[in-house]
Structure formats: C-alpha cells, structure tokens
C-alpha cells in the first residue's frame, strides 16, 4: 500500500480517535482526512497538477502535515528546503529541483522582507529573501495573516474550506517526496522517493517499533510520525524549533503525555543527563508513562542504551538504522544490540521489504522502499544502492563493520571511525566532526577527535582546551564505546578537505592534530 493510500485508510478506521496534535490544535482522524481532501481539492483547483514540485518550508506542525499530504493527494511532489543551508548551496538545490509552487509561514514572509531581514542579519539570523528565490513559483501561505506574503498566495486556512470533489486516485508509482542529501555545492545530490516506496518504508517503521492504535507519539520527524499515523497512533507534535539536544529542561515535561518518543543519541543523551543533574541536585524522581523510545539519525552504541534503560527501565528501545535512499534498512532491539558479540556495531533485523547482500565487504541495498532515482541522474533510476558501509549480515542480523578503509587501529583493537562521528557531529555546538589516528613510535593509533565549533572562524588553530573540545570530551563515555574513547578531543575552525567531492582529508588533519598528542 502507498503512502498515501495507508493515511487515508487509518483516517477512516479510526475515525473517532485523535490523530494529531501540535501548538493546542487536535485533529481526529475523520478531521485529518477532510482536511487534507478539502486542501487538495483547492490546491487541484487552483492550478497544482500531477508532477508539480513545492519547495517546502513549513517548520513540523499540524498545517505542514496537512500540506505536504494534501500536495501528495494532489499528485504534486514535496522538496524538503533547508534554509539555512547558505546561499550557494540553496540556489543549486533549488535549481536541481525546479520547484512550481513555495509553501512557507507567513512569519518567514514577513522576516525575510528587505527591512526586517536586516534587522535579522544583525542578530545573527540571515534568512534568504525567500520570495526571491523562486520569482515565478506560485506561493502557498500558512500561519497567521501577517504582512509580507507575495501578491496572489493562497492562504491554507482557506484551501481547507474547499468544498472537496472526487479527485483522481494517486497512482502509487508516482513521485512525491525529494530529499536532499550531503553534497558539494556544485553537486547537491536529491533522492527520489515514490508514494509506493514511501507506503514500503513506512510499513517497515510502523512493524518494527510495535506503533499500535491510540499509543501517544512524540516527534517532530515525519518519518517516525507519518507511521504513527497509519497505525493509527496520535502524533503528538513539540513546539517548533524545540530541540531535545538543545533545551533538554523544556523538552523532559512533554514526556508526561506521551508514551512513545522518538529522538536522536544527542537529544537522549541531554534529556539523560538533565535527569541525572536533578537527582544529583535533590529533585524528586523523575515519573514517565514512557513505554517506547525510538531512536535515530546517528549510530546507537550500548552505553547510550545502558543509561536510558537504567533511567527508564520499562520502556522498549527501538535503534533506526537507514538512509535517505532507504529507510529503514534495520531495526535493533535495545537489549539484543547490549548483548550483541562479535566485531561491530549491531544495527539489528533487515527490514522485511529490503534486500541486503555484501559485496566484497560492502553493504548493498534493494527492495521495494529504495528511492526511484536521483533526480540529477534522471532519467537512469536505481536498482540499488552501495551503501560505503562495511557490513556482516548473520541471517538476517546486520552489523556494521565502518566505512570503507577508514579504520583505526590500537593496541588489539580495530576501530571504525564511520560508527562513531556521526554520533559526534550530532552533539549540540558541533557543526563537523572527525576522528583520526595520529601514529605512534610502535605503529599504534593515538585517536584524536576534531570537532568544528558551530559558528568559529574558519583559521581556528587545533585547540584542545577550547570549551567545546572540553565539553565533547566530557560528553564522549555516555555515548561512545569504552575501547573507542578518545586520547585527544581539539577544536578546529574546519576539516581539511580535498578532491572534487570535498571528503575529509585525513592526512592533512593528522598534521594539524599531531603536535598536540603528547
């Protein structure tokens, strides 16, 4: 079943339950599927035909899900955009994708006009002036009525009082969502989802975290939400721009009124590490109706879960392991991924609709929820792809084994840099990060971390008594493997870089780094 097929079906099993809430709104199912006929009726009238592309930049709310199902339902296709991806790189992905239509909220409107983008620019927020971006795209309007939105936008409060009229099916093989991936700015790379490989990855999640009827679900990742949807579970939305890694105080009390989360190792970590300064401090112990934590968006390593299972001892832990081009490709449970033996990190049980085999010890992906193609390849479409991931499946068991030559090597220990900077580059204030391995006089690895402060001067010199290097270093042991602790963490302005792909250049890096390993 598609995608889309899958929502509407859940909007009418289960009728009567809730199905999404966010910022004091609360649709039932029943009120979710009209809305969304009723906004695609006016988008369908009002011009969007099948293959037209949205540019899409509605932060997670009940109007964004509406939207980006309604534009679905329409036959259009969403583009995911990332403002603050800086100018170069937005202008080349805005081209790839060749986007009709803009959706956005009044606010940004309003914020990226000529006089208060200044005022923005000056307080260190410098927003694009969005209507400029696409100058002959038409515009969708949510929020607020607020000055600043282009002449002739049409506003979602009032696409969803269309009188709705039967449109046709979607087809399930049509395209709906584009995502974009790492990329140099010359070359962005955008992945090509359908509504049918969309319905396959989606089925996958909704099995493998137990997602079930009425079960409270927060998230603000429409890939973890639209599953709960279809499941028939009520989506639970934060406020906007409410990050977990971020503002962890803020974030715990939501846990009150739900019983699954979702999160990533960065945002688990803080709201743990909240927890334990609390109790250091006196507070009362901590009470959760948690019964799921998902997580996601980096590697999970066991001392992560070890913390969170101390702390929240009758909740499943569900690790999500996948990519832009297939997601999920595995899901791990929590106490099989602490008992796991052997070399590597377990990422848990091939999802039911991917195919897995090793070549040469490489990772490589099939099945029904691959992504149709990369937009720049187009019109050549994929039939699967070659992870970089070295890996062993046993069964149906896969484990990690690390990127492609990039390994380490101390004392008798390998270690496989890919399993743990993404878990780095996730922690709050670290905007890149790499580990590297400076050699000793015995060939052993002394392993050194370099992470790129959020914001720093690019000349920032390797500096290990920098407060974020100290910090990491700190954060490192509840996150990480014990045997792949670093012996260094500095602070650097950036990562050397080289080739036309821009990949970390680790020799380089090394050069810098070695004069601080003692």
């Not at 922690?427 to 050699?439: E, I, N, T, W």
């Not at 000793?440 to 402060?453: K, L, Q, S, T």
């Amino acid at each position: 079943m598609s995608m889309l097929e899958a929502v509407l079906a859940a909007t009418r099993e289960h009728a009567a339950l809730p199905a999404i809430t966010g910022g004091g709104r609360t649709l039932h199912f029943a009120q979710l599927g009209e809305r969304i006929e009723r906004t695609a009726t006016g988008l369908a009238d009002a011009g969007m035909r099948p293959g037209d592309r949205v540019a899409f930049s509605v932060r997670p709310s009940v109007d964004a899900v509406v939207l980006a199902l309604a534009v679905c339902r329409a036959g259009g296709q969403i583009a995911f955009v990332d403002l603050g991806a800086g100018p170069e790189l937005l202008a080349a992905r805005l081209a790839l994708a060749q986007p009709q239509w803009t959706a956005a909220e009044s606010l940004l409107h309003l914020v990226s006009a000529p006089g208060l983008r200044r005022i923005a620019r000056s307080r260190g927020v410098d927003l694009p002036a969005y209507r400029e971006l696409l100058p002959n795209a038409r515009h969708i309007v949510t929020g607020r009525a607020l000055p600043g939105a282009p002449r002739g936008a049409l506003r979602l409060d009032r696409l969803a009082r269309t009188a709705p009229r039967a449109l046709p099916p979607a087809d399930p093989a049509a395209d709906a969502l584009l995502i974009f991936t790492s990329g140099t700015t010359g070359e962005p790379k955008t992945v090509l989802h359908t509504l049918a490989s969309l319905g396959a990855g989606l089925a996958d999640i909704r099995a493998g975290l137990g997602l079930e009827p009425g079960l409270r679900v927060l998230t603000d990742q429409l890939m973890i939400g639209l599953p709960a949807l279809i499941a028939g579970s009520h989506w639970t939305l934060p406020p906007a721009g409410l990050d977990p890694a971020a503002s962890p105080a803020r974030y715990l009390p939501l846990l009150g009124a739900a019983d699954a989360i979702f999160a990533s190792p960065a945002g688990l970590d803080a709201m743990l590490r909240e927890l334990d300064e609390r109790r250091a401090a006196g507070a009362e112990r901590y009470e959760s109706a948690v019964r799921l934590i998902a997580l996601g968006g980096a590697p999970v390593l066991p001392p992560l879960i070890e913390r969170a299972l101390t702390r929240f001892p009758d909740a499943r832990i569900r690790c999500v392991y996948g990519m832009s081009e297939i997601l999920p490709v595995a899901i791990a449970d929590g106490a099989e991924k602490l008992h796991a033996s052997g070399e590597g990190d377990y990422v848990g049980r091939v999802a039911s609709s991917v195919d897995a085999r090793i070549d040469d010890g490489e990772l490589v992906l099939a099945g029904p929820g691959l992504a149709r193609a990369y937009v720049h390849e187009l019109p050549r479409e994929l039939g699967e792809v070659r992870t970089g991931d070295l890996a062993r499946i046993d069964g149906d068991r896969l484990t990690l084994l690390g990127r492609k030559k990039d390994m380490l090597l101390r004392g008798t220990q390998n270690i496989y840099v890919g399993l743990y900077e993404p878990v780095i580059a996730s922690l709050p204030g670290v905007a890149d990060a790499a580990m590297v391995g400076v050699p000793d006089a015995i060939g052993d690895d002394r392993v050194v971390v370099a992470v790129v402060p959020e914001g720093a001067p690019e000349d920032l010199p390797a500096d290990p008594a920098h407060p974020l290097a100290r910090r990491v270093a700190a954060a490192l042991p509840g996150l990480i493997d014990h045997g792949a602790l670093p012996d260094l963490v500095v602070a650097i302005g950036a990562l050397p870089r080289r080739g036309r792909m821009r990949k970390p250049d680790r020799g380089a890096l090394v050069a810098l780094v070695a004069p601080h390993v003692s």
